[in-house]
């Protein structure tokens, strides 16, 4: 089992930035992959970027340029960077685990608002 904190969601005006947290406990040697997922009222919940267990990323097309994930491997920890955020960033962050099992984790999501 594997448990996922997130943190770091709230409310910026466009142009802004925030950064996300996502804390990983409980069997952490099984997870190959980290990743963020958002979800927008109305929409599927999408990929925004991954993390392998050998440093790969991945993003999607629409954040490209403008967010970053990175981890830190003693803290067990993944971030997302997200600048120069727009409204249509506006979602339900969900951090998520993949492990060589083929399980997946999800965190319990955190609001981001970008409002002016």
């Known amino acids: 089992q594997v448990q996922l904190v997130e943190s770091g969601g709230g409310l910026v005006q466009p142009g802004g930035s925030l950064r996300l947290s996502c804390a990983a406990s409980?069997?952490?040697?099984?997870?190959?992959?980290r990743g963020w997922y958002r979800q927008a009222p109305g929409k599927q919940r999408e990929l925004v970027a991954s993390?392998?267990?050998?440093?790969?990323?991945n993003y999607a097309d629409s954040v490209k340029g403008r967010f970053t994930i990175s981890r830190d491997n003693a803290k067990n920890t993944v971030y997302l960077q997200m600048n120069s955020l727009e409204p249509e960033d506006t979602a339900v962050y969900y951090c998520?685990?993949?492990?060589?099992?083929?399980?997946?984790?999800w965190g319990q999501g955190t609001q981001v608002t970008v409002s002016s």
């Open positions: 409980g069997s952490i040697f099984s997870i190959y992959r």
């Open positions: 998520n685990a993949a492990t060589w099992g083929r399980d997946e984790y």
């Open positions: 993390i392998t267990r050998g440093g790969s990323t």
